[in-house]
């Protein structure tokens, strides 16, 4: 199933500001928030959908490749459900721990507990969140023409198999932080001259997370995490250029005590082709021919990104005269563009050496009026190549 557009989701044009954007989500996020809407999948799932959306187009980076690209910008072309790329891989943890930003709460606690009778118990305890990782992919024009899925090793903090990344070394000893009593966060009141003043911040003694852990992981030490290794498979779409950049949601290194794993940032890079130019989505290619061949004309056969086909040189091809084979060049990461074109440069090869006897008949030729070119024909020439350049 195919993902709705992020600016049809929260309802908000394309020139939407920040705040527009935030107050657009609040409302979504508002009308679809599980606890005013029990045992409803189909509001879980926009309450998920809304969250996926303003990740993205919160975010100036994201937003960007999102304007630029659609869902393929983000990586996995749009495929269904919010675990792919871009803003997908959000739990409701990890999106409660967001709207303290959104609704103005300090602490982190859930602002709609005050909306819909105490949030079903859900608190503002600090969720982990592992740190970004960053790799390069190198492509051929081939698998960038095409897309494809490349398996990569990459070394990166992994959740501890001990502890099941809970950091307590049987997976249960944990005790309820004393200074916070489970709920994360702390409040203070002090005295201002405007009257008394209520501040919450996060636990000091916990480090938000609402529980001490009694007896340490001896493997991770307590952190619920170690250095490893993990085989990922990356979908590169077609048409995707060099320095782009694509993330995989919750694909880096994983976090603390089973927190939000960071995301997988992949940089493109493309391997140089041997035959090739790539211009945006069009290909270029320099195809030689002989004196003979562009004064009488012939067939030749050209390579293509997909194999090679024969194109007819029309007899007076002049040396620059540009060939087009539309829909041979590079698909477009949009969809909607369709595939760019392989522009065919012919070029007219000048022997370096010669015989006595080809020199003697290319002087006959050469006093012929027919081996002359027509006054003007030069500047002719030179407008007609750049008209078969743009058309």
Same mark, same amino acid.
């Given at each position: ?36 809407n029990p045992g409803k999948k189909d509001a879980e799932e926009k ?69 819909f009778g105490g949030g079903g118990g859900r608190r503002g305890k ?89 007896? +340490? ?9 170690? *250095? /490893?290794?993990?085989? @990922? !498979? &990356?979908? %590169? ?75 007819k040189i029309e007899p007076g091809t002049q040396s620059g005269k ?5 829909? +041979? ?9 369709? *595939? /760019?074109?392989?522009? @065919? !440069? &012919?070029? %007219? ?43």
């Amino acid at each position: 199933m195919s993902k709705r557009d992020y600016y049809e989701i929260l309802e908000v044009g394309k020139d939407a500001t920040p705040d527009e954007l935030k107050k657009a989500y609040r409302k979504q996020a508002i009308k679809f928030h599980p606890d005013k809407n029990p045992g409803k999948k189909d509001a879980e799932e926009k309450f998920k959908e809304a969250a996926e959306a303003y990740e993205v187009l919160s975010d100036q980076n994201k937003r960007q490749r999102y304007d630029q690209f659609g869902h393929a910008g983000m990586g996995n072309g749009g495929g269904g459900g919010y675990g792919g790329f871009g803003g997908g891989g959000m739990s409701m943890e990890d999106i409660f721990s967001h709207f303290g930003d959104i609704f103005g709460n300090s602490g982190g606690n859930d602002p709609f507990s005050s909306f819909f009778g105490g949030g079903g118990g859900r608190r503002g305890k600090t969720v982990n969140r592992g740190s970004n990782l960053r790799v390069k992919v190198k492509l051929t024009l081939e698998e960038i023409a095409h897309g494809v899925e490349k398996k990569i090793k990459v070394t990166k903090y992994i959740s501890c198999n001990t502890c099941k990344g809970t950091g307590a070394k049987d997976g249960s000893s944990f005790s309820t932080c004393s200074t916070c009593r489970g709920s994360g966060h702390v409040s203070r009141v002090t005295s201002t001259f405007l009257g008394q003043m209520q501040t919450t911040q996060t636990c000091p003694n916990c480090g938000g997370e609402g529980q001490i852990i009694t007896d +340490k992981c001896t493997d991770c030490s307590g952190n619920g995490v170690i *250095k /490893g290794e993990e085989v @990922i !498979s &990356i979908q %590169i779409p077609a048409g995707v250029s060099e320095g782009m950049q694509l993330s995989m949601g919750g694909k880096g290194n994983a976090a603390a005590r089973g927190g939000v794993a960071g995301d997988l940032l992949i940089q493109i890079e493309e391997i140089r082709h041997a035959k090739f130019e790539r211009d945006g989505n069009n290909l270029l290619y320099q195809h030689y021919i002989t004196f003979s061949e562009a004064a009488l004309g012939s067939n030749a056969e050209v390579p293509t990104i997909d194999g090679k086909v024969k194109v007819k040189i029309e007899p007076g091809t002049q040396s620059g005269k540009v060939l087009r084979l539309r829909g +041979k060049g590079i698909n477009s990461i949009n969809a909607y563009e369709g *595939k /760019g074109d392989l522009l @065919i !440069s &012919i070029v %007219i090869w000048t022997p370096k050496t010669l015989s006595k006897e080809e020199k003697n008949i290319l002087e006959k030729l050469g006093n012929s009026e027919n081996f002359k070119p027509a006054p003007g024909e030069h500047d002719k020439n030179i407008f007609s190549r750049m008209k078969d350049l743009f058309e």
